[in-house]
């Protein structure tokens, strides 16, 4: 959504909306503390029931083909992709905003390098880049690949943005009667990251929640007894047709973890690289 | 001749407070009526209620279009009234992603119920009337590309190719430099006359009533004050109000005595045969010293190269020859870092409303300069916030509120505060006035004066007003074309003005005196 696109909404509907998604996240925070309470069974525990039980009273989500329970498994799955989300923001946040930010502020040519560089990466789909970033550095680094894959954009996005700051009349003036470049830095990062500090890191959780479980998914990430949603759906692909529990509520959890990140943004998009 | 609009008692009531008190006016086919006071005056209620915009307020009393029936003025959408609108300084009226040109013909198609080819060639049209007003393909940029007197001229075209029976005018000159505002002034009767539209003109100076002439409606608290024609209030104001209000702005003394000889305070700028212009033919340098405590203006149009003289003396653009020394440091051979040290002695008070960061908070902005150069306690911060603070009547506001919240004369205001608290050699002081009514003028001159007095700056006054540069300063350079046209005392180049351009920066704030008579009561 554009600056323009935003202004459509009124700022009493965006903290009702910024409102609604960070009580969703709470409450999703709060059943991952009480994982162990929700989940009747460990991780990866199979035969605890008749394969492909529908849900039930005894097995609200049903079970899987092996006989797990759907509802531990998704409870330790929904644990284990926060976590790695979790990772993969600050590794986005560090490697993508505030790299950028500081970039902009470069000697000569240096900063201009980088954000050239950087904007090649991220025309390059996130998704392929941490498949690339899997690949060169290994499965165990699929988390950091996640991060590393959303910085690009973030990176250029806070470059741009430290630039156009930087050429503001105010930072000008300041310049003019002595007030040094770290206090203007200092300046613009408290004022950037205390009024928009949520709201990118809102919508980087989403974006780096559905690269971990994409590339999961495609069997690049998360390896058993540490299943994560999307390593849950890609094995439930079999019976998927025949049990639509085995993947549809692993899938239900992912889309509302992803929507209340993205409400919690009040679905802003930012400003477009 | 029957009015071509009536407003009988009309009352504004806003937020539980009342905005327009039982006001009645009745406009005249081609006449010309100020309402003259400070902002929340009434005047804007008054503009939007003619203009037929909804307000969020309960509204009172009735309007009538020539001998038509009398409408309820909160129901009242202009219907029957052929209306302009020229925008305020602070408004935004076109959108950033359009060109002005197909802005102004979208404008202009509605208005006359023409195709916008049509529409487009109107506004040329326009344009051509208009002497001095760029070409038609000037326009054809984005907003943002063009200067405030280019989007001036744009607006002026685009309400004439209109051809109102009313405009109405939210004081669209006060952001023009004196000698554009008086041409512009000029212009808006020379179309009057022309189109006979009425024109309601909102006003916060008393200079642009001079200009304007017509009938004056000072407002106050949404109060009428005073009414009657400027050839009675220019001179004898029945209402104190009135008095002050006319006495408040700068003005142009023509008889002012030649200030005594230099004080021998040290000198914060030494200039020594500085070429500060490229490529200008043939070269010019300058000469010159400036003592602490004493004032010295640029005066000119903006271009003239004012800023490009005021940036070579901080060091904020390489200079082609010559020394500048400033606080006895030659400039000249100091790395960035050092140059940015020395700076640090600098001050800026600017009519620019983007000097201050908007995102930062009163008491943050005040006291950078301390906290940026200076490792103090606290509490020796605190002091120096609240005594400055104190100083320029702004202690009373909460210390959390940003910047952009503030109104554009707590913002000057605090750009002074800001000043004070960093105890600076010299303070470059850019059109402080710009934008502001007579009041806050006032107000900012006389602190102004108070810092110079009390904290001793050398000031640099940068203007293109030069009641401005005489209310500040006592030296003054003429600049034109890049280069410096005059200089001397101010007291004698307003006497006996040689340069004329110099002449003309004069004559458009000569006081007392009005353009030709525009038509009244059509």
Same mark, same amino acid.
């Given at each position: 959504?554009?600056?323009?696109?935003?202004?459509?909404?009124?700022?009493?509907?965006?903290?009702?909306?910024?409102?609604?998604?960070?009580?969703?996240?709470?409450?999703?925070?709060?059943?991952?503390?009480?994982?162990?309470?929700?989940?009747?069974?460990?991780?990866?525990?199979?035969?605890?029931?008749?394969?492909?039980?529908? +849900?039930?009273?005894?097995?609200?989500?049903?079970?899987?083909?092996?006989?797990?329970?759907?509802?531990?498994?998704?409870?330790?799955?929904?644990?284990?992709?926060?976590?790695?989300?979790?990772?993969?923001?600050?590794?986005?946040?560090?490697?993508?905003?505030?790299?950028?930010?500081?970039?902009?502020?470069? +000697?000569?040519?240096?900063?201009?390098?980088?954000?050239?560089?950087?904007?090649?990466?991220?025309?390059?789909?996130?998704?392929?880049?941490?498949?690339?970033?899997?690949?060169?550095?290994?499965?165990?680094?699929?988390?950091?690949?996640?991060?590393?894959?959303?910085?690009?954009?973030?990176?250029?996005?806070?470059?741009?943005?430290?630039?156009?700051?930087?050429?503001?009349?105010?930072?000008?003036?300041?310049?003019?009667?002595?007030?040094?470049?770290?206090?203007?830095?200092?300046?613009?990062?408290?004022?950037?990251?205390?009024?928009?500090?949520?709201?990118?890191?809102?919508?980087?959780?989403?974006?780096?929640?559905?690269?971990?479980?994409?590339?999961?998914?495609?069997?690049?990430?998360?390896?058993?007894?540490?299943?994560?949603?999307?390593?849950?759906?890609?094995?439930?692909?079999?019976?998927?047709?025949?049990?639509?529990?085995?993947?549809?509520?692993?899938?239900?959890?992912?889309?509302?973890?992803?929507?209340?990140?993205?409400?919690?943004?009040?679905?802003?998009?930012?400003?477009?690289? | 001749?029957?009015?071509? #609009?009536?407003?009988?008692?009309?009352?504004?009531?806003?937020?539980?407070?009342?905005?327009?008190?039982?006001?009645?006016?009745?406009?005249?086919?081609?006449?010309?009526? #100020?309402?003259? !006071?400070?902002?929340?005056?009434?005047?804007?209620?008054?503009?939007?209620?003619?203009?037929?915009?909804?307000?969020?307020?309960?509204?009172?009393?009735?309007?009538?279009?020539?001998?038509?029936?009398?409408?309820?003025?909160?129901?009242?959408? !202009?219907?029957?009234?052929?209306?302009?609108?020229?925008?305020?300084?602070?408004?935004?009226?076109?959108?950033?992603?359009?060109?002005?040109?197909?802005?102004?013909?979208?404008?202009?198609?509605?208005?006359?119920?023409?195709?916008?080819?049509?529409?487009?060639?109107?506004?040329?049209?326009?344009?051509?009337?208009?002497?001095?007003?760029?070409?038609?393909?000037?326009?054809?940029?984005?907003? !943002?590309?063009?200067?405030?007197?280019?989007?001036?001229?744009?607006?002026?075209?685009?309400?004439?190719?209109?051809?109102?029976?009313?405009?109405?005018?939210?004081?669209?000159?006060?952001?023009?430099?004196?000698?554009?505002?008086?041409?512009?002034?000029?212009?808006?009767?020379?179309?009057?006359?022309?189109?006979?539209?009425?024109?309601?003109?909102?006003?916060?100076?008393?200079?642009?009533?001079?200009?304007?002439?017509?009938?004056?409606?000072?407002?106050?608290? !949404?109060?009428?004050?005073?009414?009657?024609?400027?050839?009675?209030?220019?001179?004898?104001?029945?209402?104190?109000?009135?008095?002050?209000?006319?006495?408040?702005?700068?003005?142009?003394?023509?008889?002012?005595?030649?200030?005594?000889?230099?004080?021998?305070?040290?000198?914060?700028?030494?200039?020594?045969?500085?070429?500060?212009?490229?490529?200008?033919?043939?070269?010019?340098?300058?000469?010159?010293?400036?003592?602490?405590?004493?004032?010295?203006?640029?005066?000119?149009?903006?271009?003239?190269?004012?800023?490009?003289?005021?940036?070579?003396?901080?060091?904020?653009?390489?200079?082609?020859?010559?020394?500048?020394?400033?606080?006895?440091?030659?400039?000249?051979?100091?790395?960035?870092?050092?140059?940015?040290?020395?700076?640090?002695?600098?001050?800026?008070?600017?009519?620019?409303?983007?000097?201050?960061?908007?995102?930062?908070?009163?008491?943050?902005?005040?006291?950078?300069?301390?906290?940026?150069?200076?490792?103090?306690?606290?509490?020796?911060?605190?002091?120096?916030?609240?005594?400055?603070?104190?100083?320029?009547?702004?202690?009373?506001?909460?210390?959390?509120?940003?910047?952009?919240?503030?109104?554009?004369?707590?913002?000057?205001?605090?750009?002074?505060?800001?000043?004070?608290?960093?105890?600076?050699?010299?303070?470059?002081?850019?059109?402080?006035?710009?934008?502001?009514?007579?009041?806050?003028?006032?107000?900012?001159?006389?602190?102004?004066?108070?810092?110079?007095?009390?904290?001793?700056?050398?000031?640099?006054?940068?203007?293109?007003?030069?009641?401005?540069?005489?209310?500040?300063?006592?030296?003054?350079?003429?600049?034109?074309?890049?280069?410096?046209?005059?200089?001397?005392?101010?007291?004698?180049?307003?006497?006996?003005?040689?340069?004329?351009?110099?002449?003309?920066?004069?004559?458009?704030?000569?006081?007392?005196?009005?353009?030709?008579?525009?038509?009244?009561?059509?």
């Amino acid at each position: 959504m554009s600056a323009a696109a935003e202004t459509r909404v009124s700022p009493g509907l965006r903290t009702a909306i910024r409102a609604a998604g960070l009580s969703g996240l709470a409450l999703i925070a709060i059943a991952v503390s009480l994982t162990d309470v929700i989940a009747r069974a460990p991780a990866d525990a199979v035969g605890r029931g008749p394969p492909l039980t529908p +849900p039930s009273a005894a097995f609200p989500f049903g079970t899987d083909i092996l006989g797990r329970d759907v509802l531990s498994e998704t409870a330790h799955a929904l644990t284990v992709t926060l976590a790695n989300s979790g990772a993969a923001l600050a590794v986005a946040l560090a490697a993508g905003g505030f790299a950028g930010f500081l970039a902009a502020r470069l +000697p000569f040519r240096s900063g201009f390098v980088l954000r050239w560089a950087m904007g090649i990466f991220a025309a390059i789909p996130a998704l392929l880049l941490a498949v690339l970033i899997v690949g060169i550095g290994g499965r165990d680094l699929w988390a950091v690949a996640a991060g590393l894959a959303a910085a690009p954009a973030g990176f250029v996005r806070a470059f741009d943005r430290a630039r156009r700051l930087s050429a503001a009349p105010h930072a000008e003036y300041a310049r003019a009667s002595g007030i040094p470049a770290s206090t203007l830095l200092k300046r613009d990062l408290v004022h950037e990251f205390r009024d928009t500090f949520l709201s990118i890191a809102a919508r980087g959780l989403a974006a780096v929640a559905i690269t971990l479980s994409t590339v999961s998914f495609f069997g690049f990430g998360a390896v058993p007894p540490h299943r994560d949603l999307g390593l849950m759906i890609a094995a439930a692909r079999p019976t998927y047709l025949a049990a639509w529990w085995t993947a549809g509520f692993p899938a239900l959890v992912l889309v509302l973890l992803i929507l209340c990140a993205r409400l919690a943004a009040a679905l802003e998009e930012g400003e477009r690289p | 001749m029957s009015a071509l #609009v009536t407003l009988d008692a009309v009352s504004v009531r806003a937020r539980g407070e009342a905005a327009l008190e039982n006001f009645s006016l009745a406009i005249a086919p081609g006449e010309t009526v #100020v309402l003259l !006071g400070e902002p929340d005056c009434g005047k804007d209620e008054i503009l939007q209620l003619l203009a037929g915009v909804p307000l969020k307020a309960e509204i009172a009393g009735t309007i009538r279009i020539r001998d038509g029936q009398a409408e309820r003025a909160a129901r009242f959408r !202009g219907r029957g009234l052929r209306t302009a609108y020229l925008a305020g300084p602070y408004a935004q009226p076109f959108s950033p992603h359009a060109s002005v040109a197909a802005q102004a013909a979208r404008v202009i198609a509605r208005k006359l119920d023409a195709p916008r080819p049509s529409a487009r060639a109107e506004f040329g049209a326009a344009l051509e009337r208009l002497a001095g007003a760029p070409p038609l393909a000037t326009f054809d940029a984005l907003p !943002g590309a063009l200067g405030p007197e280019m989007l001036a001229w744009g607006l002026f075209a685009a309400a004439f190719a209109g051809t109102p029976d009313l405009l109405l005018a939210d004081d669209p000159l006060s952001r023009l430099s004196p000698t554009q505002a008086r041409a512009m002034a000029a212009l808006l009767q020379a179309e009057q006359k022309r189109l006979g539209f009425a024109l309601v003109y909102a006003a916060m100076s008393t200079e642009v009533v001079r200009w304007l002439g017509g009938r004056i409606v000072v407002l106050r608290h !949404g109060k009428v004050v005073e009414e009657g024609p400027l050839s009675r209030l220019a001179t004898a104001q029945a209402h104190a109000y009135t008095r002050t209000l006319f006495r408040a702005a700068p003005s142009l003394t023509l008889d002012a005595e030649k200030p005594r000889s230099q004080s021998r305070a040290e000198p914060v700028l030494q200039v020594h045969a500085l070429e500060w212009r490229k490529n200008l033919e043939p070269r010019e340098t300058v000469t010159f010293e400036l003592r602490r405590g004493r004032a010295l203006a640029f005066v000119g149009e903006k271009g003239s190269g004012r800023h490009a003289l005021m940036r070579a003396l901080l060091g904020l653009e390489r200079v082609e020859a010559g020394h500048v020394v400033l606080d006895a440091v030659d400039i000249g051979i100091l790395s960035e870092g050092m140059l940015m040290r020395l700076r640090r002695r600098v001050a800026f008070v600017t009519g620019s409303d983007e000097a201050l960061d908007p995102r930062m908070l009163l008491w943050d902005t005040v006291t950078e300069p301390l906290r940026a150069h200076l490792r103090l306690p606290r509490g020796v911060i605190a002091e120096s916030r609240e005594a400055a603070l104190k100083r320029v009547g702004m202690a009373g506001l909460k210390g959390d509120v940003p910047v952009a919240a503030l109104s554009p004369f707590d913002r000057r205001r605090l750009q002074v505060a800001r000043a004070i608290v960093g105890a600076p050699l010299l303070a470059v002081i850019d059109e402080p006035f710009h934008g502001l009514d007579a009041f806050a003028q006032s107000v900012m001159r006389d602190l102004l004066r108070e810092f110079r007095e009390s904290e001793g700056p050398a000031f640099l006054v940068i203007t293109s007003d030069v009641a401005v540069a005489q209310a500040l300063a006592e030296d003054a350079f003429v600049f034109a074309g890049g280069r410096i046209v005059e200089r001397g005392s101010l007291a004698g180049i307003v006497k006996a003005p040689k340069a004329p351009q110099t002449k003309r920066l004069i004559e458009a704030v000569r006081p007392q005196e009005t353009l030709s008579p525009p038509p009244s009561g059509g």
